[in-house]
């Protein structure tokens, strides 16, 4: 398996092999370097595809309008808000992306990272005119005693990174089709079942998650009526509200008719957890979380993280009362074995495959 930071050394072993440590412990280097964790299975990083993207665009537009050869670029209108938001959903695993990213997140995510560049953030802004532009600063460097211009290797850097999640996915995708088409149900179990562990791709486990629980409620019956007579049965339905990339507001998926909302999750922090549930308005979530611990551990270390950051007991259980449920692992675990026991592993598989192709834009 590939180290986390291989693929990133060795473009710069390909490009620079003359300063590999320098160009590597640049910040807008090492910046993308965490960005693009998610490479690896192992990494339980999500693809980070709206900050790494809004780089992207204003870099290319950096070279596409020749600033890389020239010292021209103080003098350039910057590029428009409109062609830098189109731009970014051109891209693969853009479609759904917001414009967080380009007008505040990565700037404030790098600055985060990098306190001590706080004047000198990637992105520049002109909010008047909704113009932007990708900091030099960051695109020169010293290399072999010479200056250097990296925005190509920039660009390098992320489509290289695009190409690596997109074999993750065709791997997955390609795997499960093949077994469907074979029909062999006791692979395709295994295979599912090897999906439930912390290692696994965010977007994938946000699929698969969501078809189980799908199988699992709508085998369970609620009675609604505006009067006793005119009660009737119906089935729990859960609808995924948009792509891993989307801005659902902190919900992932939602039931009816009921009215359930949830939250996928791949980290015990109750910072997160308390800033989706201030996005709902204190409204009950159920955190569906990619850990291997139970739903009473994850809970216990939420509640001892919320002691230590809130004195006032009444705000902290205000917070704690709004955990619906939380869905760990195990349970999923469960829930996929009594979907299997009751016959309904083709229709899981074909709601798999059904997700997987929306969320990766692929015809029907």
């Not at 693929?7 to 960005?35: A, D, T």
């Not at 350039?76 to 938001?85: I, K, L, R």
């Not at 309904?344 to 029907?364: G, V």
Request: aromatic fraction near 14%; glycine fraction near 4%.
């Amino acid at each position: 398996m590939m180290n986390k930071a291989e693929f990133i050394e060795n473009l710069i072993v390909q490009e620079f092999p003359q300063c590999q440590e320098y160009i590597l412990n640049l910040p807008i280097i090492q910046y993308l370097y965490k960005k693009t964790r998610s490479v690896t299975r192992g990494s339980k990083a999500r693809g980070s595809f709206g900050n790494l993207y809004a780089i992207y665009v204003l870099v290319e537009d950096y070279i596409n309008n020749g600033f890389a050869d020239t010292e021209d670029y103080d003098n350039y209108d910057g590029m428009q808000f409109t062609e830098a938001f189109k731009r970014q959903r051109d891209l693969p695993f853009g479609e759904k992306l917001q414009n967080h990213a380009l007008n505040h997140r990565c700037n404030e995510e790098f600055k985060k990272y990098y306190p001590d560049l706080s004047s000198q953030l990637p992105i520049i802004r002109n909010s008047d005119t909704n113009r932007y532009w990708f900091n030099t600063y960051h695109l020169l460097a010293g290399c072999d005693g010479q200056q250097v211009n990296i925005a190509h290797f920039i660009i390098q850097i992320i489509d290289r990174y695009v190409e690596l999640k997109q074999a993750n996915f065709e791997a997955f995708f390609g795997t499960l089709e093949n077994l469907a088409a074979q029909q062999d149900w006791q692979k395709l179990e295994d295979f599912i079942r090897s999906q439930l562990n912390p290692d696994v791709d965010a977007r994938i486990f946000e699929i698969v998650s969501y078809c189980i629980l799908r199988q699992v409620y709508e085998q369970e019956k609620v009675f609604f009526g505006s009067s006793i007579d005119q009660v009737t049965e119906t089935h729990l339905r859960l609808f995924r509200t948009g792509r891993t990339n989307s801005n659902d507001g902190g919900i992932d998926f939602i039931m009816r008719p009921i009215g359930r909302i949830f939250q996928v999750t791949e980290v015990v922090d109750f910072k997160k957890y308390f800033l989706d549930i201030d996005k709902t308005n204190k409204y009950p979530i159920t955190f569906v979380v990619k850990v291997r611990h139970t739903p009473n551990e994850v809970f216990e270390q939420i509640v001892k993280q919320a002691k230590r950051q809130y004195l006032d007991t009444k705000v902290r259980e205000t917070y704690l009362n709004a955990f619906e449920e939380i869905i760990t692992l195990p349970t999923l675990t469960t829930y996929l074995h009594a979907v299997i026991q009751s016959k309904h592993t083709p229709q899981l598989i074909a709601d798999i495959i059904r997700q997987c192709k929306i969320e990766y834009n692929i015809p029907f």
